[in-house]
Structures are given as C-alpha cells and as structure tokens.
C-alpha cells in the first residue's frame, strides 16, 4: 500500500517524482529515470546536474559524451557540488577540455575522440577545493597532479600527503598513487612491504594498474613474497584489463612457461596486441620471435616490421637489432646510411655497442652528416673524461675530417694520448710522424711506435714495420726481419704481406732465394686477387722460375692482372707469343 501511495504521489508532485529519480540513480538505474533528471537538471537542480553529468560520463540511459558530462559537472561543481568537483577535476585530468580562457565551457570542449590531452589547469581548479573539502577521488587527483603534472605544479611531498589522505579514506586510486610513493622511498623491507600493502589494496579493487605493478612486485619478492605463480594471474587479469605492459608480460610469461603452463602461441597472441596497442618492449620480442625462427625459418621483414614499431617506440636494444637487418640486408634492402641513423638512435637511448657500431660504419664513410657529428660528439665527450679508445676514435675523427672540420695537429695530440694504452693509436701515431702529419716529420720516432704495435700483434703495423726494414726508413735495413714480419702477417691472411714474402724470396735481398717458396706465396696471395701477385705468379709459370712451367695457366693470371691495372702484364702477354725471347729475361 505505501509503495502504491508513493508512486501515486509521485505522479502528481514533481519534487516526489525528482527523490524518486534520484534514489533510483543511487541504486544505479539512471536510464530508467533520466528524463526526469534532465528536466530537473535544466531548472537548476544540483544533485540533478550531478546525475546528468554523471549519466553521460557513464553512458547511462544516453549515449557516453565526455563533452556534455563536463558541462554538467561545471554546472553543479560550481553551485558547490563536492562529488561534481572531485568528477570534473577527474575528467578533466583524463581529458575534456581545453578551449581558449574566454570560451565558454561548452565551447571548450574536447570532441568525444580518444587521445586528447589532460587539462592540468581546470583539473587543479577543481581538484584542489574537492579535496580541502575532504574527497578521498579528488584528493587522489590531486595527488597525481602534485606528482606527476607540469613542472610548475609539482611538490612531491605534497603529492604524497594527499595521495595518503585517500588511501586512508580507501579510495583505490589513492591506494594506488600512495603505493608507487611509498616504493620510490622505501630504504628497507618495511618500507617495500607498506608499498606492497597499499598496491594489494588498489588491486583487490581490480585497478588495472594496481594488479599490473603488484604482480611486478610479487614477481620480484619486493615487500611481498616472491610467487611466480601468482605474479603471472595478476599479469593475465592486468592484461584482460587492457594494460598493456601486463598483456607484454603475461605474453611472455605464457612464451617462457614462467608460472604458467607453456603456450607459445597464445603467449604470442598477447604479445602482439601488446605490441600493436604500443608497448616498444612486446613489439621487440615480437621482432626477436621472428628472427629466431623456431619451427618455421626465420622471418627477416616481418622481424624488421616490429623492430620498426618498437624503434619507433623508443626502444632501444630494437634500433640496434633494426640497424644490423639495414647493415646485413636481411629482411629489407640493405642500406648502410639507414643502418647509420638507427645505430645513431639506439646510441643517443645509450646503447653502447650501437655507439661502436655507428663509428665503425662512420669511419668506413656511412652515414650522414647527423651521424657522423654525434659519433665525433660521443667520442670527445668521452675522449675529455680520460677514455683512452674513444681519445683514438676521435683523433681520427679530426684526422679524417669526421663531423668536424679536419685537423691534423689536434689529431695527432689526441692520438699521442690515447698511443699509451691503445694499440691503433700507437700504429697511426707512428704513420703520422713518419709522415710527418699534424706534426714535424720523424720517421726515427714513428718507426718505434710503429714497433709497439707490431710486437702487440697487430697485422697492419708488422707490414708497416716491415716495409720500413726492407728500405730502411727510420732506422736500419733488415731483411731478415722484415720476412718474419711479412710472414706473421702472411699467415693471418693478408694478401700485401703474402705477396712481399714472395717478393723476398725470389731474390735481390739479403736473405736466402727459395722461388718454390716464392711461388707458393704469390699463389696465396693472387687467390686473394693481389695484383702483383697475379702478375709475379704469372712470369713464374711463363717462365718456369721455381721449375714449373706452364703458358695456358701463365696468361690466365696475367690476363687477370692486367684487368686488375697491373700496366705492365701487357709486355708479358705479348712475350708470351715468342719464348725464346723469354728464356733469358730476369724476374723483376
């Protein structure tokens, strides 16, 4: 009888109908009394503003609309609304508005579209009063701005304190803003432990990103015990909660079997939306997936697609692996100035290995301008903080003229410095006093630096140091050890020293004649397409120096020769035609 009473009188009185619609829309059926929130709401009702406000936020008995949720909301935030100001500083924190300063609110509106900008400014307007007031949502809000907002608005400590005044009032955003203050100044396991208690409470109230960081923390045992198990079931409700890092990391747990039974190929599904929702880090596994191949070969473009996505979202061990497809040509066409700028990005996100790589390929003549200023600012930025190799990478940057203009006297002090503990530097110090580059030529000098790294093992400067005791520059002739030089260098397969150890052996120096052993190094060195050795190989088969004569094979390697420039294989080849002529000639 009463329920018959009141909605008798609600049919005939318009206040009864409005706490009729309102305790309804407490009850959560906003749809079924809309209208009369409206009509309410229109004549200035505040509670009803609330509701309508909240209806479109909801999508609640209308379709959603953030634009004219925020008008209601301004509407009863302003008539002094406590809940209307935590809501609008909430949405405007998550975006609604940002028209010019004398628009009205309606007509600084965001449209309805995703990916608008937060409004710092109107969220701190409103925040800030809700939560003096005592509103655990705005204080949770303001919490955030103070912690996370613009420079100008920042305080740390007091982004603290109002994230802790909503915790303590259970406000799970509180809960969960408090945890992540609680863990950055946590000095010892009490400290983790009261982290992970506020992050459990954000979860228990199925935050997304409170399960996504207490799993992170359960799997890594800090302030909770550690559980790979559980650690996974919370990256699963995270990542079906539409969390990115949560789907990465659930993705990867069902890759690995970590906590989880084994399923690569969901494990991969999850990585992929991750990946495609924008998480760098998924789309770089994706991209590893591809390369490792597993059952089916590798994949290089589709590899190259996610090192792409994941380069592209600032990952940087991804620039690197995109710059070695570039470098290699696998997966996309090879391209050595691409791989350059990626080798440069991956370096600029600190990637050191990118770093090396970049100077190698810059100091080969990759690159473009860009690249090559930052790999001379990289090394000189090193270089001046007592880096010895990056002293050397860039004295021959200023010797090369590499991203700066060329300086061979500021090369050769930064050489001379880095020749203390660096090989190379040691080799082309030397060469440029030998020369006398950037510096008053003395071969005496270069020829003992050049020394130092001969006897360090270094091929290019035992062939230097060889040449210079086969003539005598810088010091006395000594062929003898100039052929043990030449031959430690041959039997690392350098191609000039396999040829001079030829050279040596056929006579006119002061060492044993042994053309056999002559041949047998030039043939070593033309399978190396040297072109003297081409030519020497060739007289010695026309001519049967080390007893082996043999014409057909002679003009192949001197043919060869002279495609390769060697001017005078031409006056061979002619002789060939008349070998009598050739009997008496002497190997030059």
């Keep these: 009888m009463a329920g018959f009473l009141g909605r008798l009188v609600a049919r005939v009185s318009p206040r009864a109908r409005l706490r009729q619609a ?73 975006g609604a508005s940002r028209g010019g300063e004398g628009a009205g609110l309606a007509g600084s509106l965001f449209t309805d579209a995703a990916g608008t900008q937060p409004d710092f400014e109107r969220a701190l307007r409103w925040a800030q009063p809700a939560a003096e007031a005592g509103s655990a949502e705005a204080q949770a809000v303001l919490g955030y701005i103070r912690s996370a907002g613009p420079e100008h608005m920042r305080d740390l400590a007091a982004g603290d304190e109002w994230y802790r005044k909503s915790a303590e009032a259970g406000w799970p955003q509180g809960c969960l803003g408090y945890g992540l203050a609680l863990m950055r100044l946590a000095q010892d396991d009490a400290g983790k432990q009261a982290a992970a208690k506020e992050m459990a409470r954000a ?92 059952d089916l070969p590798p994949n290089y473009a589709e590899a190259a697609a996610w090192y792409t996505r994941a380069a592209e979202g600032g990952h940087a061990m991804a620039a690197r692996a995109l710059a070695m497809l570039f470098l290699t040509g696998a997966g996309v066409a090879r391209d050595p100035n691409e791989a350059a700028r990626w080798f440069r990005i991956s370096g600029e996100r600190g990637n050191k290995e990118a770093r090396t790589q970049l100077a190698d390929l810059v100091l080969r003549g990759a690159g473009q301008a860009e690249e090559r200023a930052r790999t001379r600012e990289w090394f000189e930025d090193a270089a001046s903080k007592g880096d010895l190799v990056a002293a050397f990478n860039f004295g021959v940057c200023l010797a090369e003229g590499v991203g700066v203009e060329r300086d061979l006297t500021r090369a050769a002090e930064w050489l001379r410095r880095a020749a203390d503990g660096v090989v190379n530097a040691q080799f082309w110090y030397g060469r440029m006093l030998v020369e006398g580059r950037g510096l008053e030529a003395d071969p005496a000098a270069g020829r003992g630096w050049i020394e130092r790294a001969a006897n360090l093992g270094m091929i290019e400067a035992q062939v230097a140091l060889a040449e210079m005791l086969v003539n005598g520059r810088g010091g006395p002739r000594d062929h003898e050890g100039a052929r043990k030089l030449f031959e430690a260098a041959a039997t690392k ?28 190094w030039f043939t070593k060195a033309a399978a190396r397409n040297h072109p003297y050795a081409l030519l020497m190989l060739g007289r010695y088969l026309a001519r049967g120096l080390a007893g082996e004569r043999d014409p057909v094979r002679a003009r192949t390697y001197l043919e060869r020769a002279k495609a390769a420039g060697v001017a005078e294989a031409a006056n061979d080849l002619a002789a060939l035609t008349a070998p009598a002529e050739m009997e008496g000639r002497v190997a030059s």
């Design 22 to 94: 309102l305790r309804r829309a407490e009850q959560g059926r906003v749809a079924e009394v809309f209208p009369v929130l409206a009509r309410a709401a229109e004549r200035g009702n505040v509670e009803a503003q609330f509701r309508v406000g909240k209806a479109y936020l909801d999508g609640a008995g209308v379709p959603p609309s953030r634009a004219s949720a925020a008008i209601w909301l301004d509407r009863a935030a302003s008539a002094g609304k406590l809940e209307a100001q935590a809501a609008l500083a909430t949405l405007y924190l998550t």
């Design 203 to 294: 979860a228990a109230a199925n935050l997304p990103l409170g399960l996504y960081l207490l799993g992170v923390m359960t799997e890594g045992g800090m302030g909770v015990e550690r559980d790979i198990e559980k650690a996974a079931q919370l990256y699963r409700q995270a990542a079906e909660r539409g969390v990115r890092s949560g789907q990465a990391r659930w993705g990867l747990a069902l890759m690995e079997g970590r906590g989880v039974a084994h399923d690569p190929v969901k494990g991969e599904s999850w990585l992929r939306r991750a990946g495609l929702s924008g998480d760098a880090e998924a789309s770089a596994l994706v991209g590893d997936l591809y390369i490792k191949g597993g």
């Design 493 to 520: 397969d350098h191609a000039g020293a396999q040829f001079a150890v030829g050279a040596l052996l056929g006579g006119g120096y002061d060492i044993a004649v042994d053309r056999v052993a002559a041949q047998a």
